[in-house]
C-alpha cells in the first residue's frame, strides 16, 4: 500500500502481507506501481474530480472508488462503485475484481477509454467556451 506522508508514529494495520509504502513516487514511479497494481482502491468520501482514479485508468489499472460526490457522474461506466463508508462493500468489489477476469478486463478497457477522452486540452476547451459565452451573454450555458 503506498500512503505518502503515513506518519511513522502510526500503528501499521494488522493485516497479512501488507506493507506501507510512505514515500511519495515520481510519476514514472507511481505509474509502474499502477502498471503492477490488479486493482486501485480509492474508497474517498469526498471528491470533486478524482485524479488518482484517472491516474490509475490511464495507466490500465482497474478502479474501485467510492459511490458519492462527482464520482458517479464522471466513473460510472469505467470503475466499480461502492459505498465508502460500508467495508463490505469495498471488500466484495476486490473480491469480484480479483476472481473475474472479465470483469477485471472490461474496467482495464473502460478506464483506458475515459482516461483518453478526460484529456487538459478538452477541459481547457470547455472553460473557454464558458468564459466566451458569459463575456458575450453574460451568462454561460453549461
Known sequence: ??????????????????????QAEDDNGLCARYQGAKVFLFPSLHETFGMPILEAMACGCPVIAGRNSAMEEIFADSALLVDPYSLEDIIDATEQVLINPSLWEKLHE?????????TWERSANAHLQVFRETVTTGKPTL
Open 1 to 22: 500500500m503506498l500512503v505518502p506522508n503515513f506518519p511513522s508514529s502510526a500503528t501499521n494495520p494488522d493485516i497479512t502481507g501488507l506493507h506501507i509504502e510512505r
Open 110 to 118: 473502460q478506464g483506458l477509454k475515459l482516461a483518453q477522452e478526460l
